[in-house]
């Protein structure tokens, strides 16, 4: 310790003398950092620094030769009893956190005690060193670092980490003991709706209101209710028979739905989508697993309308789709990571026969995954990134990637163009607009060269944002098509709205085109009102040179499809685009 050697090469610098290493101290010890206190074994107080005096509230003058435990008790801070004994039998440094208590203020602190014994002759004799720290601070930083760690600031329930610590106890209990625990996880079903409307402040003060009208049949202490997401909650029914559990979660349930909130002058109610949980040896295997399970169940209740509870059952065909599309998120955000997706492009060619044996230059940009060199359909993923909220990490890795390769695109005549498509996830993502446009800006593409491809759905959710889109891109030179037109009800309605270039019949008129009549008409319609737009018209799943020729007797501008080519690598595509023709 760093004062243990500054007494002793005090005391040797004055050969021994006492007095003199007392008086030398009273000097060095002030410029100390720590609150220092010298006493003897009796606990008469010999000498204190400026820092002391400071922490104690007291002058050394006025304390000087007075007993330190008759101006201060001392209780352990873990047990709060009093300390009576603190210089008993001390040979070495020890160090522990002490209550000092005085006749006006306390004060938390950790006691680093010192003796000294190189000052006396006698072996016995002892004088003691105490530093005192004030880790009052310290500790209330800690305090709220554990609240922080454990606790919900806006409900002041328990949070899914310290739910997640409880269910590792109760797991431990089920397996030893064989005990019964029920898992609850409600998730509220229209709480955007308030957000939507009323914005977050309002969202805030109706999860703290909805957590008092929980917290009010969660009566038992062994029962622990957690909020674990801005609109779920989660019960730990311990050692509770499943019926029992199961009569008070359908009371939650209704005391939800029979809630008015009142924000403003503004009223919602909201309800609740429940999965109902056995804590079982056989299936739960982790805390991890069995909120993940028990969401899955309340998930699966909102599917189903919303406002019910739904019994999680390992082998339900609706449990085993959804597990399925949640081990999607690792094994997408993986491929993202590690580069495991690859782009391919296939082309969108000119029907009309002067232009149909020209080299291609149009394209849509298709995305497919690589896992041990086996390719994945995206039939197979998508889908679940769209249930799982991942498109628009999906659409974001698409566009930077397609602008690198066409950042090495030389033609120029004509212009190659690349579709993309966007999910409505993305488009109706605020921030998506500002990615795109600072993407596009950074890859240094002419922007005529790209064309975003978007369908109808997407335009459904929010029109006035997905219009803002589209002008705010096309201002900057990118193109836009119209996916799967005709296949919605409000197709034309919002190709009226939605100024873009190109309109995608959907492949279900096309495939079977050489048979089926209706189709042929529809197809007929489709084009001649794309043609008075001023669009041109572009026709999926061209499948052979028998639809290649009826669409080009109808007037279709645009065939894409295995009869024409089998999408092709990216990099494969951009290499045939080197030159000027």
Request: net charge negative; with cysteine; aromatic share 8%.
């Amino acid at each position: 310790m760093l004062l243990l050697e500054l007494l002793k090469d005090l005391y040797f610098r004055f050969s021994g003398r006492k007095e003199a290493v007392i008086l030398s101290m009273q000097k060095s010890l002030n410029v100390v950092r720590d609150a220092v206190i010298l006493v003897d074994r009796s606990g008469i107080i010999l000498f204190l620094n400026r820092n002391a005096e400071e922490l104690l509230q007291c002058e050394q003058r006025s304390v000087l030769g007075k007993c330190f435990w008759s101006l201060y008790s001392i209780r352990d801070d873990k047990t709060h009893r009093p300390v009576t004994d603190l210089l008993n039998n001390i040979q070495s440094n020890v160090s522990g956190d002490y209550v000092l208590v005085a006749t006006d203020h306390e004060l938390l602190t950790n006691i680093l005690i010192s003796p000294i014994n190189f000052l006396y002759k006698k072996s016995n004799d002892h004088s003691y060193a105490l530093v005192i720290n004030d880790i009052s601070e310290k500790r209330m930083l800690e305090s709220k670092v554990s609240f922080l760690e454990n606790y919900d600031a806006l409900t002041r329930l328990t949070n899914r980490h310290a739910m997640e610590l409880t269910l590792k106890h109760a797991l431990t209990d089920v397996k030893k003991h064989s005990a019964t625990h029920v898992f609850c996880y409600i998730s509220l079903d229209k709480l955007k709706n308030v957000t939507d409307a009323a914005g977050h402040s309002a969202g805030d003060a109706l999860v703290k209101k909805v957590s008092i009208i929980i917290k009010d049949f969660i009566t038992r202490k062994r029962n622990i209710l957690s909020r674990v997401g801005y609109e779920d909650f989660a019960i730990l029914f311990r050692e509770e028979e499943p019926n029992v559990a199961l009569t008070l979660t359908h009371k939650i349930r209704q005391a939800i739905e029979k809630f008015e909130f009142t924000w403003h002058e503004d009223k919602f109610n909201v309800t609740a989508s429940v999965g109902f949980l056995l804590v079982h040896e056989k299936y739960s295997t982790s805390p991890s697993q069995v909120i993940s399970d028990a969401d899955i169940a309340s998930r699966i209740a909102r599917d189903k309308g919303g406002n019910r509870i739904n019994i999680f059952s390992a082998t339900d065909e609706a449990v085993l789709a959804r597990k399925s599309n949640l081990s999607w998120v690792g094994r997408i955000r993986s491929a993202i990571k590690d580069n495991k997706f690859e782009l391919y492009a296939q082309p969108i060619h000119p029907l009309a026969v002067n232009e149909a044996k020209q080299p291609f230059y149009h394209y849509e940009t298709l995305i497919r995954l690589f896992e041990d060199g086996v390719q994945i359909s995206p039939i197979e993923f998508l889908p679940s990134a769209e249930q799982q909220g991942l498109m628009l990490e999906i659409d974001q890795w698409v566009v930077k990637e397609a602008l690198k390769h066409l950042a090495n695109v030389k033609q120029t005549k004509p212009l190659p163009v690349f579709s993309i498509n966007l999910s409505g996830q993305s488009v109706n993502e605020v921030s998506f607009l500002n990615t795109v446009l600072q993407i596009v800006k950074n890859s240094g593409v002419n922007p005529k060269m790209i064309c975003f491809e978007i369908t109808e759905t997407v335009a459904a959710n929010d029109i006035k944002l997905v219009m803002n889109f589209i002008k705010t891109l096309k201002a900057v030179g990118c193109s836009f098509s119209l996916d799967d037109f005709g296949t919605g009800i409000s197709s034309y309605e919002y190709l009226r709205e939605l100024p873009v270039d190109y309109l995608k019949i959907d492949g279900v008129f096309v495939k079977n085109l050489e048979t089926d009549t209706i189709s042929q008409e529809m197809i007929r319609s489709i084009n001649q009102v794309g043609h008075v737009m001023g669009l041109k018209v572009i026709a999926e799943y061209v499948e052979n040179d028998e639809i290649i020729r009826i669409l080009q007797d109808i007037g279709v501008d645009y065939g894409q499809g295995y009869g024409i080519s089998r999408p092709l690598p990216i990099i494969t595509a951009v290499e045939s685009l080197q030159g000027t023709q």
